[in-house]
């Protein structure tokens, strides 16, 4: 089953990557799809396989797994810590689900289950081809039956393991028989095989032991000359294949297992020293060898034995001799590294990953003076002479800024961070080191941004452009540098987060803090704005949004115009309100075809947004809709031609105010918008209006009335006389009081 301690290795190394990075960094994106790579070469020959976990053993398809392999036995260790017994994997698993996996595997029990559990957490994620089983697994041994269980414990379902052949153990078995007629495989197809480096799994070559001839006991000197023979012909990748799964050699017979442990160190010499004479870098050995020492009591004596080896032989060292080094700082206590890195000064023989792994186990179990210590010690390489202790700093800082988001810097961590990182961002001479800085800096603008401190985002960046203007330093790829971290806060995540902060009740923080920020961010919020605002649904905070653009001022005008073609009625409608306070009279073409919108809500505010910027230019388009629109906006237009005193529009507004079909109420503001326009031009149909019927029946009092105080209004003398023959000509009652008030001191 090498294909799936392959599968084992790559899925803990992503989840690892994942922890230490984010699903966002190449590194975690890197190691993400590798582990997937394998997955689907795994699925390639069938549908789906089923892993199941049972105490401390593994077993793929019922086929129990090598518990000593580390990477079967954190893979166990994590998936029972979160509640399951095992899990799915169907053909077609795709990266984001895979990725939802991963993350609910790196996500803390407690966490889990307040998320309704890790069956719960893949279904939110919308994770279709891994299914979590909640099935207890258990082995069958010879013997045991399904009897009565327990009634306190829940159901089991009993997997009794077949008695096939490993087929990995069949494979090392023909190759170790074949070995000595085996032909030197390419060097390109060597350094192939260890990129899908993984452990054999030597479980099944006891026959094999059997047919040396070994026993339970000591190996003679005659089955270690013949096993030497034999592995010493076998090809590089598989010998270090061989020696990474030293763990899981039969027990019996045992002579065979202390044989091919007796040989380790030999073989170890002559695997590496064949590979890397063959071509392959370090770059690939480098895992092989860190899994193959790393479980050994006496790697330091292989190890060093290695490295006499190659010294012996001309070959380079110094790359184990790093790996030497990063093993044994894997074994040491958190205590005895906080001695390494702060006072025996070994911070810079470690790697970043050992480095930034520290770290954030410190972080993890809330070391926070200790963390606050190293990060000192990191901040003050920035300013060394010695560019590559520059270039370790800036990366283990850019990899502590990544956590300021999640899960978060020690208190008191962060500000010294970021005044260090603007500093080093002004005067770093190297731009490959300044790159990191770079990086650093966009992670916790990003972390700020996220949390709401808008104002602390943009004081930085204000910061370190004047630090860059002072130094008066020209460099294009620093320019280039500042501009990209002004870019990334235009980053769609970046906007939306800056846009929830408009939403705080404080409205008065938000006008001091928030639009501030809004505003330096320029067309793109501006166009992130309108974006929110037709998703919107609460109307509330559609009002929160509209202000936050009226803020933005000429920089939403052009959002907010492509807005008006928005199949949301209330966007349309909102950025008619925005340009009419925004815009001016180059407006009005995007505004006029609006007064044809099916939504009457729009159509209203579409005439007065007209009005507004075009003023006696809007009448023509104004009185062209009056007899084919809605009677609300109807009731619009009359008002804005009234106050416009629109003479061209008096004929249209006459023929409303005449015709008898039309709603009372209409007909009357029609009447009290030519008392606005009071244009003679109106006198002889309101006349005809005021007076009292004979052979027809009179108009009603209302537009009578209405009639006459349009009259009245019109302030000539031969209106005034007319009103007075009217006047005078009506009988006594309710109508003829009325009229005598609007006539007033007209009267003689």
């Known amino acids: 089953m090498s294909d799936f301690l392959q599968l084992a290795q790559s899925l803990t190394l992503a989840l690892k990557a994942l922890q230490m990075y984010t699903a966002a960094h190449p590194r975690g994106q890197e190691a993400l799809a590798a582990s997937h790579a394998v997955l689907e070469r795994w699925l390639a020959d069938q549908e789906q396989f089923q892993v199941a976990v049972s105490g401390p053993k593994t077993f793929i398809d019922g086929v129990v797994q ?45 966490k889990l289950e307040e998320a309704g559990g890790f069956e719960a957490f893949l279904r939110a994620a919308d994770v279709r081809r891994i299914r979590i089983s909640q099935v207890r697994y258990q082995e069958v041994r010879e013997g045991e039956g399904n009897g009565e269980e327990d009634s306190n414990r829940p159901p089991a ?52 032991g059997y047919e040396l001839g070994f026993g339970d006991g000591p190996p003679t000197q005659a089955q270690l000359g013949t096993l030497r023979q034999v592995l010493m012909g076998l090809e590089p990748e ?29 073989l170890l010499a002559v695997a590496v020293s064949s590979a890397l004479a063959k071509g392959i870098s370090w770059l690939r050995l480098r895992g092989p060898v860190e899994d193959i020492l790393r479980p050994l009591p006496d790697r330091d004596r292989l190890g060093h034995g290695l490295a006499a080896h190659l010294r012996g032989s001309g070959q380079e060292a110094g790359s184990l001799d790093l ?20 006072e025996e000064g070994q911070l810079f023989e470690l790697s970043g990953d050992h480095l930034l792994a520290f770290l954030r186990d410190l972080l993890d179990l809330r070391r926070f003076d200790a963390f606050l210590r190293v990060q000192d010690v990191l901040m003050e ?21 990544r956590w300021a988001q999640e899960p978060g810097l020690p208190p008191g961590g962060e500000g010294p961070l970021a005044e260090a990182l603007r500093a080093h961002f002004a005067w770093e001479p190297d731009p490959h080191i300044h790159r990191w800085t770079q990086e650093a800096l966009e992670a916790l603008f990003a972390a700020s941004v996220n949390r709401g401190d808008l104002l602390h985002v943009l004081s930085d960046l204000q910061e370190v452009e004047g630090l860059c203007a002072f130094l008066q330093e020209d460099a294009p790829w620093r320019r280039q540098a500042l501009e990209a971290l002004r870019a990334g806060l235009a980053e769609p995540a970046l906007l939306d987060a800056a846009v929830d902060a408009i939403f705080d009740p404080d409205r008065e923080r938000v006008a001091r803090e928030v639009f ?21 649904t609460e109307r509330a905070r ?41 815009g001016d009279a180059s407006s009005l073409p995007a505004i006029i075809p609006i007064l044809r919108h099916p939504e009457p809500r729009v159509r209203r505010v579409a005439a007065r947004a007209l009005w507004k910027l075009g003023g006696p230019s809007a009448e023509p388009h104004l009185v062209a809709r009056m007899k084919d629109t809605d009677p609300e906006t109807l009731q619009e237009i009359l008002f804005i031609l009234g106050q416009l005193r629109s003479e061209t529009s008096v004929p249209a507004v006459l023929e409303l105010a005449q015709d008898k079909r039309v709603w009372e109420p209409l007909r009357v503001q029609a009447l009290a918008t030519l008392a606005q326009i009071a244009s003679p031009q109106a006198q002889p149909i309101l006349m005809e209006l005021l007076r009292r019927g004979f052979f027809a029946a009179a108009e009603p009092p209302a537009i009578r009335l209405a009639a006459a105080r349009a009259l009245r209004a019109i302030a000539t003398p031969a209106a005034q006389e007319a009103l007075r023959r009217v006047v005078d000509a009506e009988p006594k009652g309710a109508d003829r009081d009325a009229l005598l008030e609007i006539l007033g001191p007209v009267r003689s």
């Open 66 to 110: 090598d518990a000593r392999n580390p990477h079967v036995a954190a893979l166990a260790k994590a998936v029972a810590e979160r509640g399951v017994a095992g899990f799915t994997f169907e053909r077609g698993v795709t990266v984001g689900e895979y990725l939802a996996f991963l993350q609910g595997l790196g996500t803390k029990p407690q």
């Open 157 to 208: 379902l009993n997997v009794a393991l077949p008695p096939k052949e490993d087929p990995l153990a069949k494979a090392i078995r023909e190759a170790l028989m074949a070995a000595l007629g085996s032909q030197p495989s390419s060097a390109a197809a060597s350094a192939e095989a260890l990129r899908g480096f993984s452990p054999a799994n030597l479980g099944g070559l006891g026959p094999l």
């Open 238 to 266: 598989v010998q270090l294949s061989l020696l990474a799964g030293l763990g899981s050699l039969p027990d019996h017979p045992a002579g065979l297992g202390l044989a091919v442990k007796a040989l380790a160190g030999e």
């Open 323 to 342: 790996i030497l080094r990063q093993l044994e700082w894997e074994a040491l206590s958190v205590e005895a590294k906080l001695v390494k890195v702060l």
């Open 381 to 401: 390489t920035l300013r060394h002479d010695r560019p590559d202790f520059r270039l370790k700093g800036a990366q283990a800082l850019a990899g502590i800024a």
């Open 516 to 536: 501030p920020y809004l505003e330096f961010l320029g067309a793109p919020m501006a166009q992130q704005l309108v974006a929110r605002l037709e998703r919107e």
């Open 542 to 582: 559609r009002g929160r949004l509209v202000e936050a653009l009226r803020n933005q001022g000429d920089l939403a005008l052009s959002p907010i115009t492509d807005a008006l073609g928005a199949p949301t009625w209330f966007l349309v409608r909102n950025a008619l309100t925005l340009l009419a306070d925004l």
